[in-house]
């Protein structure tokens, strides 16, 4: 368990923001989620580096960023496929993942102590006495095929598995237009099996069977198709590819 100076929890204002305890609760808990994750890490040689907010709170504040509640980090997909087996020997951390949680969508892998709300003493005390759930957000780094032909491919079907799950969520919450969302469904998921050759479990998949893919997608290439690496998520909305 780490050890944190009183006054670490104490309410404050940090470049013009407040900052409550309850706060402080948070991110001491999710310290506690990050050091377990950095031991299980180093004990079998896996990668990892920070992302998102977490790097730039890190660059910028010396920590935190102030009105940030959360910690990204990032892993090279084969870590992160082996970390996904590592973790069943850790009962005491629980892992959402595309592979065994149907509802997670297109998100990063969410590592958590504790998936629950709670008032137990002992839990509380771990958790410096913060109740809620607190974590980590894991995004997968893949590789990004130096062939640009095969990159569009894979974006192209990246984004329509993406819209594939979107249409089943309207068909779920807009029966009036239940049809018009299933027809342009069927078109898509025509199309993705055209491009991938893949045999759903039924004519007409799932959320989940459809984010599965999506993330097979993101890991499709490796390291000999590639010269650079990237959040595929972030290459789909033009962000910037890193060299491998």
């Known amino acids: 368990m780490l050890q944190f100076e009183p006054e670490f929890f104490e ?19 999710q310290l506690e989620t990050l050091a377990l994750f950095d031991k299980i890490c180093e004990e079998n040689n896996l990668t990892y580096s920070a992302d998102w907010g977490t ?45 065994n949680d149907p509802n997670l969508g297109i998100h990063a892998t969410r590592l958590n102590l504790s998936m629950e709300f709670t008032v137990d003493r002992d839990r509380l005390k771990d958790y410096h006495g913060f109740p809620f759930p607190a974590g980590i957000d894991i995004f997968s780094i893949d590789y990004v095929p130096r062939d640009k032909d095969a990159e569009e491919e894979q974006k192209d079907i990246m984004l329509k598995t993406n819209y594939v799950a979107h249409l089943l969520d309207l ?3 807009h029966d009036e237009k239940k049809e018009g969302y299933y027809k342009k469904y069927k078109e898509y998921v025509r199309e993705i099996k055209e491009k991938t050759n893949v045999e759903f479990s039924k004519n007409e998949p799932d959320k989940h069977e459809i984010m599965i893919l999506y993330d097979e997608v993101e890991g499709a290439y490796s390291k000999e198709d590639a010269s650079f690496v990237s959040e595929m998520h972030c290459l789909l909305m033009g962000g910037q590819l890193l060299s491998s």
């Open 11 to 29: 309410a404050e204002t940090r470049d013009g923001f407040y900052i409550e305890p309850l706060v402080k609760n948070a991110w001491a808990a």
């Open 171 to 173: 068909m779920s919450e």
């Open 55 to 99: 790097l730039l709170g890190a660059v910028r504040h010396g920590g935190f960023i102030p009105w940030d509640d959360d910690l990204d980090v990032c892993m090279p997909r084969e870590d992160l496929m082996k970390f996904y087996e590592i973790i069943e020997d850790y009962p005491e951390l629980e892992c959402r993942n595309p592979y």
